[in-house]
């Protein structure tokens, strides 16, 4: 292993379980896994599902904000190696997508169109209860080697524990109240990124960017500076200011 | 008997498509709430702030009576639902721990209601208000129950797009946005797309309108144009497609430079 590989493992583990101590944020780390995943692991892009509390999956985060990479990701609602993943509540391995078409039909053309050639779910698993399921996508077939998927499966682990952050913890209502206040963050993120994106002319992966810079620079939740733009109680006008201030946008 | 999801999605379905949109929509799915969930009164609350805010649809008279004590009180699961954004489950009333909602509960216990559950009702990141199920034994609700009201929840949402709708006055024009039954299979699902919600966050900047009604508006959009709501979100996403305050849609040019 290389000592860049190494420092970043160490980093991405850092900065996980940084989360999980004081106020953070899940849909900041939720978002942070699967960069930390993308860029970690010899795979192309993750996409992480979370389940609502009637085991439907929502797409919580994803490494990618590319079109056919999100329509790939939310298909897996309704058919595809993470929804298996979940319901099986074990890993699911492909190699080869080709040669699962009868099994998955939507899914594989959709992969085909964005040129996935392997498909690797992991469950997301806290306590005898699955969360949702972590997907790593590449454009090439083959297995990811088991220390890579040891890997991931780490870090899914950590991430679980900070979004049922009670301890004490194990009933279903206290998880899927946890689980759905994820979600709804994860909607107020999205709805940002689209005010700031049309308010700025930026594309969403930057208006990301300068959501995330305005919340940590003024020591913010992410979800909470979101659900402020996406409700029109803070003006993009302050976000797109202090971007233009860090140099963030010209 | 243990009802599947599948079902209690089609029985819900089928009572909001036999009935007009709006109240008689609410009231439809609440009945249909006590059949499936073993309980003996269902209620829509909407809890919009101000002058918004009461019972809008119910499976009975004494349920909305029940439902309205929270309102006339300013305390209640329904009222902790919104707020909170979660479910707010007290399945024994007159349990000596529970200590929550001192005057309301009297006033249910007295109408002989042991159990309530509320469910808050979601139109994308805000909470509209809260689905009340109300039990005169005591006792939790069920997980394949609980399931179904989560589901009901949902679905709740629909009507109440549609008093949005008629409040915004849209009900007059000609290609006013109705929420036909045709929408009616999947609608929170066919919505609950990530590009949706980008779009949605893109029209509250260009029309200066809230999140409720940037929803509306997109939908109204998909239903005119025969597309589905994330078809015309991704065209708005892409700079192909612009709505204007009259709802009528644009076609930019795409050409706007992005940084």
């Known amino acids: 292993m290389t000592e860049t590989r190494e420092h970043e493992i160490i980093r991405s583990f850092v900065d996980l379980s940084n989360e999980l101590v004081d106020d953070y944020d899940v849909v900041e780390m939720l978002s942070q896994l699967t960069s930390h995943c993308a860029s970690l692991l010899d795979i192309s892009s993750a996409g992480l599902l979370l389940a609502d509390g009637r085991g439907v999956l929502h797409l919580m985060a994803s490494s990618s904000e590319r079109t056919h990479h999100l329509e790939l990701f939310q298909i897996q609602r309704d058919e595809g190696p993470c929804l298996d993943c979940y319901r099986e509540q074990q890993p699911i391995r492909v190699a080869d997508l080709e040669a699962e078409q009868a099994r998955w039909p939507q899914f594989c053309e959709a992969a085909r169109v964005v040129g996935f050639k392997s498909v690797h779910a992991l469950p997301m698993r806290l306590k005898g209860n699955v969360l949702g399921t972590l997907g790593l996508f590449g454009e090439q077939t083959g297995s990811l080697e088991d220390g890579d998927l040891a890997l991931a499966q780490a870090l899914v682990h950590v991430a679980s524990v900070a979004i049922v952050n009670e301890r004490a913890a194990n009933d279903r209502e206290t998880i899927n109240a946890q689980l759905q206040h994820a979600l709804t963050s994860r909607i107020a993120v999205e709805q940002a990124k689209g005010v700031l994106a049309h308010a700025a002319d930026l594309d969403m992966s930057s208006a990301f960017t300068v959501l995330r810079r305005y919340a940590r620079d003024h020591g913010r939740k992410l979800s909470e500076v979101a659900a402020a733009v996406a409700g029109r109680e803070l003006a993009h006008e302050a976000l797109i200011q202090h971007a233009r201030s860090v140099a963030l946008l010209p | 008997m243990a009802l599947s999801l599948d079902v209690m999605r089609s029985e819900l379905n089928a009572a909001m498509v036999g009935s007009a949109p709006g109240t ?86 007295e109408d002989g209601i042991r159990g309530v559950f509320a469910v808050p009702i979601m139109i994308t990141s805000v909470c509209v208000g809260a689905l009340d199920l109300f039990r005169s034994r005591p006792g939790p609700l069920d997980g394949v129950a609980l399931a179904g009201a989560l589901l009901a929840a949902e679905l709740a949402s629909m009507p109440l797009l549609d008093l949005m709708n008629e409040a915004r006055d849209l009900a007059d024009r000609e290609d006013a946005p109705v929420c036909s039954t045709d929408h009616l299979e999947d609608p929170p699902v066919e919505a609950d797309r990530v590009e949706v919600y980008q779009a949605t966050g893109m029209l509250i900047s260009a029309l200066g309108v809230d999140a409720d009604e940037a929803l509306v508006r997109l939908r109204a959009h998909a239903m005119a144009t025969d597309q589905t709501a994330s078809q015309v979100a991704r065209s708005i996403i892409d700079r192909r497609l612009m709505l204007d305050r009259d709802d009528r849609g644009t076609t930019g040019d795409g050409g706007r430079s992005r940084r």
């Open chain 2, 24 to 109: 008689e929509r609410a009231d439809a799915l609440c009945v249909t709430c006590v059949g499936l969930f073993d309980v003996d009164g269902a209620a829509v609350s909407l809890v919009l702030g101000g002058a918004s805010s009461g019972t809008f649809g119910s499976s009975s008279e004494s349920s909305r009576r029940m439902d309205e004590y929270q309102f006339t009180f300013g305390e209640g699961p329904c009222l902790d639902a919104v707020t909170s954004g979660t479910s707010v489950l007290a399945p024994d009333l007159d349990a000596p721990q529970e200590q929550r909602w001192p005057v309301l509960r009297g006033a249910l216990l």
